[in-house]
């Protein structure tokens, strides 16, 4: 035995390595935030924003994740995780000190360093926020490297607009944050209407920003559509794309669209490589 | 070039065993010719042949002896370099909730494989850019492949699905073996080989060859000759790519997923399609895990399967990302096309769909001005 939580001296990307959850917030109703620990001296790679890895609750299932949170590199991982089927529900009723078995990271990233000197903006819905967030943190701490930095987020109610604490401490941090609902509950007094409603608004210079959206696809292609109205290339628009993952190495081929495979090229992909196959039904 | 008798099989498989190697050559069981481990040469289907046509397959005999006068059945090399099901790792948990995941050892190999026709050698160099050609290689199919003595079998006869000829592949093996042979069976039952490696110079060396002569050099270059024009399909492969690419809205794809019954048979006997699960199994208690890969299936609705449904739901798409993977966004994933041209997938479809005559009819009645998909890379 060479590591604690593994019998193996050569780790393969397939095995997992096991975590402990050190901490667990509840974000919204079927919506958890976990931060894992490592159990023992062994420890994945650091994840850089964007990637994401595989989380496999014992005995329940195992589904791809990104990271939600970038932690000091000393090997803690966050995860905001929305119980939706068996896997995710375990991994969601995990408890503090449980432990959990991750793989990673895996994917692409979000081109930060490649939009500087420009606009940024970030787009987007529901739980979309999540991926995102290791981003606009990012930002924050490296403010002066970006010109006008704006978030928008739309969700289907306020009730499941996500970190809504953190969205007043970006604002405060000096990046614009702009939020619509779906449908208003409560005494919800921000906007209401889809979050490309936001877009006309924002105050960005297409041809000098930079997009990074992620939500559900539908959303996505109808805001890239508004981001390239506004003159941002299609190059500079990124998009994270969910699609079934299993091996998370581009082996098992289930993440294919078309000629890429989401989990190795992707999740993250410029605008232009995704455009023409998001457009073709059941692609 | 050298010429092995016929009566030297044996002492051949016998060299190669006395290496250390598992022997893996045909056979015939449940009434097809399969690749299975051989303790002995007597296994090798002497006087077998077998008839092909979409949705047949059939076994006969034959009356002179051959002993590889027959054409691929259902499985493929593939079946031992990347097996239908393999166990990836153990998981336990213990009373303290504690989780330990100890990977499986690498069981496979080294084997020698006995009676490789050309198209399956290129599906075994397609699946290794696919395996151990990116950044990420797979252990286990590295070791199984890597030490493998390869003794590819030239075909003497195409079969009726065959069309190994349009797809470059063959039917003569041109590199990627040890020994290549060439079966011989006028003016005395014998082989022809050709040596592809020091290796299998030295195993040839064990058994007893004799040089070839002139007339076994022009006879066995008859055989391949005779074969290639005997092929019983054949697919235009000229800008296939970008007709596919072009034609992903096409009504053919409608038509063909009326006949198709998403079995999935196509997928299981190509000896290229890599597709396979993850799939985890734990017992009651919650303690024991074993997570397996097993072949799947793009023709399955889990395949595609994201929260909220699958991507692909109907049996028109998942029959267009089958054929469109193979012939198309193959050639921008692995640098080659994903059909060697075996004719295994129109044999073993239940409804005789014949990928050569599905790319036929998308040809000629290409949507010229479409502007399909594109791919960047």
Redesign the interface.
């Known amino acids: 035995m060479t590591a604690a939580g593994t019998d193996s001296a050569v780790l393969e990307p397939t095995t997992p390595v096991a975590y402990r959850v050190a901490g667990k917030r509840k974000e919204m109703g079927d919506t958890w935030t976990l931060e894992l620990e490592p159990v023992g001296d062994q420890r994945l790679p650091g994840f850089l924003p964007g990637q994401f890895s595989m989380l496999y609750a014992f005995g329940s299932g195992e589904v791809p994740i990104s990271v939600s949170a970038i932690a000091g590199g000393s090997g803690e991982l966050t995860h905001t995780v929305r119980a939706v089927g068996a896997a995710t529900g375990a991994i969601c009723d995990a408890r503090p000190g449980d432990q959990l078995g991750v793989r990673g990271p895996f994917g692409s990233v979000w081109p930060l360093d490649a939009a500087e000197g420009g606009d940024v903006v970030v787009v987007a819905g529901g739980i979309g926020l999540a991926p995102l967030r290791p981003a606009i943190e990012q930002l924050i701490a490296e403010r002066d490297r970006y010109r006008a930095v704006t978030v928008l987020c739309g969700a289907r109610s306020p009730d499941e607009m996500l970190y809504p604490s953190e969205l007043q401490d970006w604002r405060e941090a000096g990046i614009a944050v702009e939020t619509t609902v779906d449908s208003a509950t409560g005494d919800w007094e921000g906007r209401v209407g889809l979050v490309t409603k936001l877009i006309p608004l924002a105050p960005f210079q297409g041809e000098r920003a930079t997009a990074f959206v992620c939500g559900p696809e539908i959303m996505m292609r109808f805001v890239a559509a508004e981001l390239r109205g506004r003159g941002i290339p299609p190059g500079r628009i990124h998009v994270s794309l969910e699609r079934n993952m299993q091996c998370a190495v581009g082996h098992c081929g289930h993440c294919q669209l078309a000629h890429l495979f989401v989990c190795r090229d992707g999740p993250v992909f410029a605008l232009d490589r995704v455009e023409p196959l998001l457009g073709v039904r059941e692609l | 070039m050298r010429v092995l008798e016929r009566k030297s099989l044996s002492p051949l498989l016998e060299a190669l065993r006395r290496r250390g190697y598992e022997v893996i050559g045909p056979t015939v069981r449940d009434g097809a010719i399969s690749y299975e481990p051989l303790s002995s040469a007597d296994q090798l289907p002497v006087g077998v042949t077998d008839e092909q046509e979409g949705g047949t397959y059939r076994l006969a005999e034959r009356d002179d002896g051959a002993v590889f006068g027959f054409n691929n059945g259902a499985n493929s090399w593939k079946n031992h370099l990347f097996p239908p099901e393999l166990s990836?790792?153990k998981?336990r948990?213990d009373e303290d909730?504690?989780?330990?995941?100890?990977?499986q050892e690498h069981r496979g190999g080294p084997y020698a494989f006995v009676g490789v026709r050309s198209c399956d050698l290129a599906a075994i160099s397609i699946q290794d850019r696919?395996?151990i050609g990116?950044?990420?290689v797979?252990?286990d199919y590295e070791s199984r492949r890597r030490d493998a003595f390869i003794v590819a079998v030239n075909c003497a006869e195409a079969g009726n699905t065959c069309f190994c000829a349009s797809m470059d592949t063959g039917p003569r093996a041109g590199d990627g073996f040890d020994l290549a042979l060439t079966e011989l069976l006028d003016g005395g039952h014998r082989f022809l080989v050709e040596v592809g490696s020091e290796r299998g110079e030295e195993v040839l060396a064990e058994v007893g060859s004799s040089p070839a002569e002139p007339r076994d050099v022009a006879a066995a270059d008859a055989v391949s000759e005779d074969c290639a024009s005997q092929m019983g399909r054949e697919l235009e492969t000229d800008g296939i790519k970008e007709l596919l690419?072009r034609n992903?809205?096409h009504p053919r794809w409608d038509e063909v997923s009326e006949r198709c019954l998403s079995c999935g048979n196509c997928t299981l006997v190509c000896p290229t399609c890599?597709?396979?699960?993850?799939d985890?199994a734990?017992d009651l208690a919650?303690t024991e895990?074993e997570?397996v890969?097993r072949w799947?299936s793009?023709f399955g609705l889990e395949?595609?399967?994201?929260?909220g449904g699958s991507?692909?739901?109907?049996g028109?798409?998942r029959y267009r990302?089958w054929m469109?993977?193979k012939l198309a966004?193959w050639i921008?994933?692995f640098g080659s096309s994903g059909c060697v041209g075996c004719g295994r997938c129109i044999t073993w479809c239940p409804v005789a769909i014949d990928i050569t005559e599905e790319a036929a009819v998308i040809r000629a009645t290409d949507r010229i001005e479409a502007?399909?998909?594109?791919?960047?890379?």
């Open positions: 990836l790792w998981g948990r909730g504690e989780i330990r995941f100890t990977e696919v395996f990116d950044a990420y797979n252990g690419y992903v809205e890599f597709c396979h699960s993850i985890d734990t919650g895990s997570r890969r799947d793009c395949h595609s399967y994201v929260h991507v692909r739901q109907s028109k798409a990302q469109t993977h966004t921008d994933q502007v399909g998909i594109n791919a960047d890379d």
